[in-house]
């Protein structure tokens, strides 16, 4: 076998153009050590002729071992580069597009070829052979630097450095010149932020000085109108005693004002400090027992979930379908806990705030209260007692209609916020007309010797007392004195009963009951950023074998409630401060940021204050903080979106990819969830919405089936 480089050996005859095909094939072959005449397989360099209409293969290499290829024989340059025809040229860029080596098998060109340029091994490729050189075979063997086949790797090294090279330099300055115009662009905006930021800062600065002002007035109004609520409550304490003993009052409505202080605690069942030492988690066990026994089925998470969004003393919104269990759960919990429950139900024609406390009737002089303000007023003459109003299927008439101006009332969270009722003139008039009364009565008396504590009677029946009280009223008949007094009492009835204005009891809770059909009307963002909704599931469709495995048994008479004091539940508190570096606002400010914004659903301030509220509150019921996250998804985050998958977010994503991008941020986040410690996995419920959009037109909406 002839050396590849070097060619044929001399001794042998030299081939010329008289030789077979056959025989300069064999020839061909047995000088570059390939096995088969009919089958001379190289590798080289492709070079496209201008006009890419045919092209050469050249610096031919062997294509089994990668060493370079010599002459045949003394006067061939066929090793140099063979003809690649226009059609080969044309299949092998639709196949493998601007590759540069290629391998390919050769047979001999036509004889008029061989005879134009003088060799008789003139080839070109064959047709059908010509491929891409897309590795480095194995078979050639490269084991040292010296190896023959070292110089066609290295320019096939270079040559793929050299390309990815400057497809990488190319992707670089694109890459440049689009952060170039970014950052143009970020610099302009950044400039127009500023101006706009001064502006802002200017007319802030001028709304703040305003504020200042009508605060320092809000303040001297408020004053005004604490003194003038508490002249009745004064004139009650001075002279209360004797307006009972003239009949203005009774005793029962002078209680109602002043409750009896130390008034024992007169409830029959266990008291939860002492039976349960204030651990919220036998709580929730204790009144699922309790609810047990009474044929009531929560599951525990269920009610642990509740009774945290109680203590958050934010406004609780109960969803789910008729029949759920929503309403049964607050006048359930109520009674388990010996607190007073009012069932208020809600109807389709409320408009406005005066469908929710009632309203004042000037002609009769009268306020006509409604249930839910009614239910109020009693609460706040048992403030140590627990009362839940709940607002029995709310969704009916739109809620930011009636009870806008309420829930606003309810963000004051220092302080319990004012109820204005009415104008306090009428009580002030009252007031006035019943200071004259008593300073008449107190005269007649004097002067006909009746002792101070003379009775209406009394001083009716003594002829010169009587006589003295309608002279001194300037009254000429008797029935005329009575007249004015049934006046006074009637007034001062209804203003005991009905204040003009009065401060939220402490111990009052709002629940809001909600179905979601055709019937109904979906809550407002500006509800559901205010309130936490607890979703109820069909209850049928439960594991009430697993349920009843979580009963706990206790040492206690079950059939009797845990009592609970409003100060058990707690009391409203400002909530948590808004501190970036705690993880949870790292965590809530993250989703916002990537995932909620982007899709247009609003989560600020007043939401992750409220989430981190619950956070703690949980926390104090022993529940974690992975359970208390998903929790927060469930009630804050998963009832806000109602929105169209197919659509652009904001950040030119489609909303089904941030939609799943926030499912994945929620599974990592909310990995290793005890679903013991839940109602539902928000992950899960996440997946279902996502799912149901797609049988819904595309239409993400949590309150759909």
């Not at 930021?197 to 007319?203: A, D, K, P, Q």
């Not at 958050?312 to 429950?341: E, F, P, Y």
């Amino acid at each position: 076998m002839h050396n590849a480089t070097s060619g044929v050996s001399s001794d042998q005859e030299s081939p010329s153009l008289a030789w077979s095909e056959a025989d300069l094939l064999k020839f061909l072959a047995q000088a570059w050590d390939q096995y088969t005449p009919a089958h001379i397989k190289v590798i080289g360099r492709l070079r496209l002729a201008e006009g890419d209409s045919f092209g050469f293969l050249e610096g031919l290499h062997h294509a089994e071992t990668g060493i370079k290829l010599g002459s045949p024989s003394s006067n061939s340059r066929v090793h140099q580069r063979v003809f690649v025809p226009g059609s080969e040229i044309k299949d092998f860029q639709s196949r493998w597009g601007s590759a540069t080596y290629a391998v390919a098998e050769l047979e001999l060109s036509p004889l008029e070829e061989r005879q134009k340029q003088d060799d008789p091994f003139t080839c070109k490729v064959r047709r059908g052979t010509l491929a891409a050189l897309s590795h480095i075979p194995e078979s050639w063997g490269v084991r040292s630097i010296d190896s023959e086949s070292v110089p066609l790797i290295a320019e096939m090294a270079r040559q793929a450095i050299d390309e990815r090279l400057a497809g990488e330099t190319a992707e670089v300055e694109e890459r440049l010149r689009s952060v170039r115009s970014t950052l143009e662009e970020v610099t302009s905006e950044k400039r127009l932020f500023d101006d706009e930021l001064g502006r802002v800062e200017r007319e802030v600065l001028q709304r703040m000085d305003r504020i200042e002002l009508l605060d320092a007035e809000y303040m001297k109004k408020r004053e005004v109108l604490d003194k003038k609520n508490s002249e009745l409550e004064a004139l009650l304490r001075e002279r209360g005693e004797r307006m009972v003993a003239l009949d203005l009052v009774d005793r029962a409505d002078l209680e109602k004002v002043f409750p009896p202080k130390g008034t024992p605690d007169v409830r029959e069942g266990h008291l939860f400090r002492e039976a349960l030492a204030g651990n919220l988690q036998q709580l929730a066990s204790f009144i699922q027992a309790h609810l047990w026994r009474k044929g009531i089925r929560y599951t525990r998470a269920h009610l642990l979930d509740f009774i945290t969004l109680l203590r958050s003393n934010d406004l609780i919104v109960l969803a789910g379908d008729s029949g759920s269990g929503k309403t049964s759960l607050v006048k359930a919990v109520a009674s388990a806990v010996g607190g007073r429950c009012t069932i208020v139900p809600v109807k389709p024609n409320w408009t406005g705030s005066d469908d929710l406390l009632g309203y004042y009737n000037p002609i009769e002089r009268r306020y006509h209260p409604s249930q839910f303000l009614m239910a109020l007023l009693d609460a706040a003459r048992e403030p140590e007692i627990p009362y839940f109003i709940c607002l029995d299927e709310m969704n009916l008439a739109r809620v930011e209609y009636y009870f806008a101006d309420f829930l606003s009332l309810l963000e004051t969270r220092g302080e319990a916020p004012w109820i204005h009722l009415y104008s306090s003139a009428e009580e002030k008039q009252a007031v006035i007309d019943n200071k004259i009364f008593l300073a008449l009565e107190e005269e007649a008396r004097k002067r006909a010797g009746l002792p101070d504590d003379a009775s209406f009677s009394d001083i009716l029946m003594n002829d010169q007392a009587n006589f003295e009280l309608r002279r001194l009223a300037g009254f000429q008949e008797a029935d005329t004195v009575l007249n004015h007094h049934a006046k006074i009492r009637r007034s001062l009835s209804g203003l005991i009963d009905i204040p003009a204005g009065f401060r939220f009891p402490t111990n009052v809770w709002i629940i809001g009951a909600i179905n979601v059909d055709e019937t109904t009307h979906y809550l407002s963002p500006k509800i559901l950023d205010r309130a936490h909704v607890l979703r109820f599931r069909n209850p049928v469709l439960m594991d009430w074998d697993e349920v009843e495995g979580e009963l706990t048994e206790f040492d206690l008479d079950l059939d009797l409630p845990m009592n609970m004091l409003a100060a058990d539940i707690g009391f409203r508190a400002e909530y948590p401060a808004f501190n970036q570096a705690d993880p949870q606002v790292k965590l809530l400010v993250s989703l916002a940021r990537d995932y909620l914004d982007p899709l247009g659903i609003e989560f600020g301030l007043r939401a992750i204050r409220q989430s981190l509220n619950y956070i703690r509150r949980g926390e104090e019921a022993e529940i974690g903080t992975v359970a208390a996250l998903n929790n927060i998804v469930l009630h804050k985050i998963l009832p806000k979106i109602i929105l169209d998958v197919e659509k652009v977010s904001t950040n030119g994503q489609k909303r089904r990819d941030v939609l799943i991008g926030l499912r994945d941020s929620l599974a990592q986040t909310l990995d290793g969830l005890d679903q013991s410690q839940v109602t539902e996995s928000a992950v899960e419920s996440l997946d279902e919405l996502i799912a149901r959009a797609e049988g819904n037109n595309g239409i993400a909406n949590f309150w759909a089936r």
